[in-house]
């Protein structure tokens, strides 16, 4: 593997109010019996990775939840400290490390990337550390359901993961997006760029076996892997297949299929009216219309005004360039 675990990572998770979490490890802290300690611990654990209350998904506030985020996966991890084989809190670390990571530190460096790359690079240097502690967790829970998966599939991807079935979508989803968003992040390193074929593998596995989860996520993810050059195996037609799919699944209400396709796709091709049109559905998509996923559409749309504003620097000035793509 080109890049190393260490031990630091759901289909959809939910988060937990904080007053029940403080509560629960004031009581395990107080318990002496090894035996019930475990139990309460292992209880903790299954209501924290079933979902509890949604409190982080429903919330029209990034900034509070970007507050409340970092406490409630140090106390995961915690948790896992005392059991360390507990499969869903490994993937609800994975899933909330990498849905941090996304929402407040990598939109961050891109905040920051024209105005201040060094303070930019940083925060992209940051994300690249969680996205990778997000995924150990998800690979630790991928050994777990199928022993040796995690190197076998830096050694023959395409057939590392046979053995899962349909009940390991959320962990294939996971691991992959944890994994692609390193990548992402790191993309200037060779050595983190040289797993792109074990991201492929897992998404290509998760789609052989719920082509439909959750609403077209899948075809979301494969939309970023299908933008890359096609040097680096991607093809604009499949993305364009993917796109359509994903809007199919979810009826277009979730702003991230919209961002992802001006982002990943439009800019890249310096395609600014596509780039424009997507932004602006993404805008239009109502965040109450679908409460669990108001979080997830309000970052979105704070991505979709943010890039709208670095259009003038994300995009050439053809009019600039004589007709051979020389300055005038």
């Not at 509890?52 to 900034?63: R, T």
């Not at 406490?71 to 400290?81: D, I, N, P, S, Y």
Request: net charge negative; charged share 30%.
């Amino acid at each position: 593997m080109s890049t190393r675990r260490d031990d630091h990572g759901s289909g959809r998770r939910r988060g937990v109010p904080i007053v029940v979490v403080c509560l629960a490890l004031t009581l395990s802290a107080a318990l002496t019996g090894c035996s019930v300690r475990r139990m309460a611990v292992d209880s903790l654990a299954s209501t924290l990775a079933d979902g509890g209350a949604s409190v982080f998904a429903s919330d029209d506030d990034p900034e509070l939840v970007g507050q409340a985020l970092p406490f409630a996966l140090k106390t995961f991890e915690a948790l896992l400290q005392s059991d360390p084989s507990h499969r869903g809190l490994l993937l609800a670390t994975c899933s909330g490390y990498t849905q941090y990571t996304f929402g407040f530190v990598e939109i961050e460096a891109e905040r920051l990337k024209f105005d201040d790359y060094r303070q930019s690079r940083r925060a992209r240097d940051r994300a690249l550390k969680l996205y990778l502690r997000g995924r150990d967790y998800c690979l630790r829970a991928l050994d777990l359901e199928a022993p040796g998966a995690s190197e076998r599939l830096v050694r023959e991807p395409e057939t590392a993961l046979s053995d899962l079935g349909k009940d390991h979508v959320p962990l294939l989803y996971w691991t992959a997006g944890a994994w692609g968003s390193a990548i992402s992040a790191g993309r200037d390193r060779p050595e983190v760029v040289a797993d792109l074929a074990s991201v492929r593998a897992l998404l290509g596995r998760a789609l052989e076996l719920d082509a439909d989860w959750n609403d077209g996520a899948l075809h979301d993810a494969m939309v970023v892997l299908e933008s890359l050059p096609e040097a680096m195996g991607g093809s604009l037609e499949r993305a364009r297949e993917h796109h359509q799919r994903a809007l199919e699944l979810n009826d277009g209400r979730r702003a991230g299929t919209h961002v992802t396709w001006a982002w990943q796709v439009s800019v890249p091709r310096q395609d600014r009216a596509g780039f424009e049109e997507a932004l602006d559905r993404a805008l239009a998509v109502d965040v109450d219309r679908l409460p669990e996923e108001r979080l997830a559409n309000t970052i979105y749309q704070d991505l979709a005004r943010l890039l709208q504003d670095q259009a003038d620097d994300l995009f050439l000035d053809l009019d600039t360039f004589d007709s051979e793509g020389t300055p005038q």
